[in-house]
Each structure stands twice: as C-alpha cells, then as structure tokens.
C-alpha cells in the first residue's frame, strides 16, 4: 500500500507501519500541502521515507519538456525516486526515451481512464499504471470492469506492467479495486485512518479491556 499525499507530517506518522510500500505525489499535493518549492518536498519526502519509494510527476506539455523534467528530478541521484508520466501522446514519447536512456528508473503511467491507455503503456515498458477509481466512477464509467480487462490482458499477452489502483474516496472502491486486479493501491491517509478505526471493532475492544480491567 502506498500513501497518496506530500504532507510530511502525516508521511512521518505512517510510514512507520512496515505495510507502506511508498509515497505517490503529484502536481497538485505538493503545491497544496507545502509552500517550499517542488525539489525541496521531494527532498523532505525523501528524509523521511527511509527505503521506500517515492513517485514524482514529470510535467511539461511535450516530450521534450517531459523528458526535461524527468532529467531535474533524477538529478537528484536518489534511487528511491519513480517517475509518474501522464498517459497521453507526449507522455508515450517520454516514457519511450526515459525507458532507453534510464533503463533502471521506475516509471507509471497515470491519469488512465480506459484499458486502451494501459494497454499502450504496458507494451511501451512502463513498471506500473495508476487508474483513477473515482474519477471514472464520477463520469459513470465502471472502474471495476476497466480494471479487471486491463488485468486479464495483461495476463494473456505476458505484460508484466503492474496495476497501482489510484483516485480514492472510500474503502469500497479499494477493496473493490483488489479484488478486480489491482496489484497495490495508493490512498489518502483519510482512508487509512477509517480502515483501522473501525467502529464495530472498537466497540468490542472497548467491551474486552473493560472486563480485563474487571479482573485486575
């Protein structure tokens, strides 16, 4: 499981759990969870994860201008480091050349939204695709069902590309999301937080140390 958010705080409070694969980012919650400049989160990020991983999004709107972006970040000589690219005409490109001149380099494609995408980036070498659960399910489209196509084409054509399921605003369209072929999911700490305070167990767990208590 990885995290989906660039706040240090709460990165530093659950990578604690040996279960957090990693940290996803992307444009958005490092300009909203921090007024440093971008190579400066990422370098945040990175002292606090330990020897986890921790993915970036390259931007820019051409190939060039990706590929560009891609070369600052790895600059950075951090092997923990993956690239998010987004998967559209320009971001195909990139992944094209930062697959042969960083061969070692993570890459996922993001931003899919139909098994057409994630077929293309799996034949173009990409480690991992992120579809995006909710906002599919926002436009009507069947999250599930994309998901699990991409996970049995995958399967027939010997792709071994994973499935980092993204986009989360509730425990369902996680766990729905497993079991229709997510390798791994990447969630807001929001959910994490409702996945281990469940309120049946703690009802029950509150019954359980009172009556330890009892017995003292």
Known sequence: MYLDTANSELIK??????????????????????????????????EIIKDRQLFVQITGVTAEELVRDAEKILALGDKRIALKIAANEAGFKAIQSIKTNYPEVVTLATAIFSVEQAYLAGIAGCDWIAPYVNRMENQSLDAMEVISKIAEIYANQHIETKILGASYKNTSQVINSLLAGANDVTIPTTLIEVMMKNKLAADSIQVFDQHAAEKE
């Open 13 to 46: 409070k659950y990578i604690e759990f040996d279960w957090v694969t990693g940290v996803t980012t992307n444009p958005t919650l490092l300009k909203t969870e921090s007024a440093k400049k971008r190579i400066e989160s990422i370098q945040e990020i990175l």
